[in-house]
């Protein structure tokens, strides 16, 4: 009975959401980071052409000699991490977020935040952005647990913050949050609730970058967990979401990450949760105007375990994915990478590999989260075993070499 009433307020909160679609703004093309050309010309072609075979296996090339930066996020003392977000500064330098405390969703999770120095390659001591108390005075509600911090610029050049905030339940009872700061993430403005739906405000969340549009609007890739597990792509105007579209369906893909290739066209990779008789492979969905509408299409054959992935196309239009490559568990890391005129992906790190251990010896890699401070380099964080986040700085000369190292192979 429970689900019936559940799935009837689900369908009249649908039908009234699609009833509010009319009065909303003009829906506007993607904005792009860097001036990438042509990124996504193979697959252009190959639409046309229908002569590109799938990716069936990633074979490792060579190891690139380049050195890497490795290093950690700052010890808070709490005994389990996770979720990492990271964004550039606009002095060069990194801004971390990530959340910290006994446990997943325990009421003494806090949001935390560190800054990493280029120059020093030191990240600054760790302050405290949100905890459960002050989420209650900012948002004027009971809330039971915080998560998944994500950073995103809004086209004013202020840095907004959101994050998932649950009152009641699991992470299916989740709301989305944000709030603004001025100075680069030392202050904070009073956090607000997004209404991602007029009836039932419940079950979204938020994990993947946000994009732009060109009407300086943002794109927040979000993803819902209770009845179904699907994305949805919220087109947010400052603290207010003013429109939706669904990314997919179902109950087999969510944390969507976006690919732009366009003012129009877009892919989005998923995270999949599907049944155990189901291939363990990365949901695809497109779009051909800018978001508005969303196809499933052809699953990515690369390996995942229902677990996150991270995406980042740097400014020559080389795209990146760190991800677990395998269909169960989270022992291995790796990053892959795809030439602007090639379909191939494949693997030029791998960042953590238990395979050799003992099945309870395996540890956990995982929530991978990308970016680029000047489109040519990398910054990855991730979770090391829900203890600690390890940051990996890539340098503009560690791509170059991997790309040379991919065009001999």
């Not at 009433?5 to 509010?20: E, K, P, Q, W």
């Not at 647990?145 to 610029?153: E, F, H, W």
């Not at 791998?350 to 995982?366: G, I, M």
Request: charged share 20%; net charge positive; with cysteine.
């Amino acid at each position: 009975m429970s689900r019936v009433i559940a799935f009837c307020f689900l369908l009249l909160a649908s039908v009234l959401g699609y009833l509010h679609i009319d009065s909303l703004p003009v829906w506007a093309p993607f904005a792009s980071d860097y001036p990438v050309n042509n990124a996504n010309q193979f697959e252009a072609a190959s639409e046309v052409t229908g002569n590109v075979k799938p990716v069936k296996s990633l074979k490792p090339i060579q190891p690139v000699q380049p050195n890497l930066l490795i290093d950690w996020l700052p010890d808070t003392g709490a005994p389990s991490v996770h979720a990492a977000s990271l964004i550039a500064l606009k002095n060069g330098a990194v801004r971390a977020f990530w959340f910290a405390g006994s446990r997943e969703g325990a009421p003494d999770v806090v949001i935390n935040t560190s800054v990493f120095d280029p120059r020093a390659s030191r990240w600054s001591a760790p302050t405290v952005v949100m905890d459960r108390v002050s989420a209650e005075k900012g948002l004027s509600r009971y809330i039971a647990k915080l998560g998944n911090p994500v950073p995103a610029r809004i086209a004013d050049g202020r840095m907004q913050l959101f994050f998932v905030t649950v009152s009641i339940g699991g992470w299916a009872g989740s709301s989305i949050s944000s709030m603004i700061s001025d100075d680069e993430g030392l202050t904070w403005d009073r956090p607000q609730r997004l209404i991602s739906s007029p009836l039932i405000n419940l079950s979204t969340l938020v994990k993947s970058p946000a994009m732009a549009f060109v009407d300086g609007r943002l794109g927040l890739p979000a993803y819902h967990e209770w009845i179904g597990r699907f994305g949805e792509l919220l087109r947010i105007d400052a603290s207010q979401v003013i429109d939706k579209r669904r990314m997919s369906s179902g109950r087999s893909a969510i944390q969507p990450v976006v690919f732009t290739d366009g003012p129009q066209v877009a892919k989005a990779f998923f995270r999949q949760t599907r049944p155990s008789s189901q291939p363990k492979q990365i949901p695809v969905s497109e779009t051909k105007d800018a978001g508005r509408s969303w196809t499933v299409t052809k699953d990515l054959e690369i390996p995942n375990p229902n677990s996150a992935l991270a995406a980042l196309t740097l400014a020559n239009g080389t795209r990146l994915m760190v991800l677990n490559n395998i269909e169960a568990a989270r022992y291995r890391l790796v990053m892959v990478m795809r030439e602007p005129s090639s379909p191939q992906w494949q693997v030029v790190q791998v960042l953590e590999d238990d395979a050799s251990l003992l099945n309870d010896q395996h540890r956990e890699f995982s929530y991978p989260y990308l970016i680029s401070a000047n489109g040519d380099d990398a910054h990855l964080a991730y979770t090391w075993n829900r203890a600690k986040i390890k940051h990996v700085y890539f340098p503009a000369a560690w791509f170059k070499h991997a790309l040379s190292s991919m065009k001999e192979k």
